[in-house]
């Protein structure tokens, strides 16, 4: 009986989004081309392409560098991913008002965007100096349409 009464109080502790998705996200980043050496505002480096594993709820920049190319920077923040939803409301029925504290608190519901961070490396002209050039990340892909009301059978 006690292990039973110690499973429920675990399991409402415990929130379905910080359960099934984890506190840690993994963030690919690549170049064009590769080989560029990627310094974060993390303080992570790794030389493209490589993934990286941040917190859910960090928000940092990507700065690539290669002789011979501009510098290249892309801004990376958060948003709600689908499956952080769907493991939130889970919650409802399992993990109550707690487990929706712990994965607001954890950042369990979000993910990192973009991902993967793509970086367009420049080269420089004769004669120019390297400098940085910020990239904007790409816009969000739109959601599916709206299901439409169904009129009935095809007409013959």
Same mark, same amino acid.
């Given at each position: !009986?006690?292990?039973?009464?110690?499973? +429920?109080? =675990?399991?409402?502790? @415990?929130?379905?989004?910080? #359960?099934?998705? %984890?506190?840690?996200?993994?963030?690919?980043?690549?170049?064009?081309?590769?080989?560029?050496?990627?310094?974060?505002?993390?303080?992570?480096?790794?030389?493209?392409?490589?993934?990286?594993?941040?917190?859910?709820?960090?928000?940092?920049?990507?700065?690539?560098?290669?002789?011979?190319?501009?510098?290249?920077? !892309?801004?990376?923040?958060?948003?709600? +991913?689908? =499956?952080?939803?769907? @493991?939130?409301?889970?919650? #409802?029925?399992? %993990?109550?008002?707690?487990?929706?504290?712990?994965?607001?608190?954890?950042?369990?519901?979000?993910?990192?965007?973009?991902?993967?961070?793509?970086?367009?490396?420049?080269?420089?002209?004769?004669?120019?100096?390297?400098?940085?050039?910020?990239?904007?990340?790409?816009?969000?892909?739109?959601?599916?349409?709206?299901?439409?009301?169904?009129?009935?059978?095809?007409?013959?």
């Amino acid at each position: !009986m006690r292990w039973m009464i110690v499973l +429920a109080l =675990a399991a409402l502790c @415990g929130g379905c989004a910080t #359960v099934t998705r %984890g506190m840690n996200d993994q963030v690919q980043i690549l170049s064009e081309p590769s080989g560029a050496e990627v310094r974060t505002s993390m303080g992570q480096t790794c030389i493209t392409p490589c993934t990286l594993q941040f917190g859910r709820k960090d928000v940092f920049t990507v700065t690539a560098s290669m002789p011979g190319y501009h510098t290249s920077e !892309m801004a990376v923040s958060t948003r709600v +991913a689908g =499956a952080g939803v769907a @493991g939130f409301a889970g919650n #409802v029925l399992i %993990g109550g008002v707690i487990g929706m504290g712990v994965d607001a608190a954890s950042g369990a519901t979000l993910e990192h965007y973009p991902n993967p961070v793509v970086l367009q490396m420049v080269p420089l002209r004769r004669g120019e100096r390297p400098r940085l050039l910020k990239q904007e990340p790409p816009p969000p892909p739109a959601p599916p349409p709206a299901p439409t009301a169904d009129a009935g059978p095809p007409q013959s």
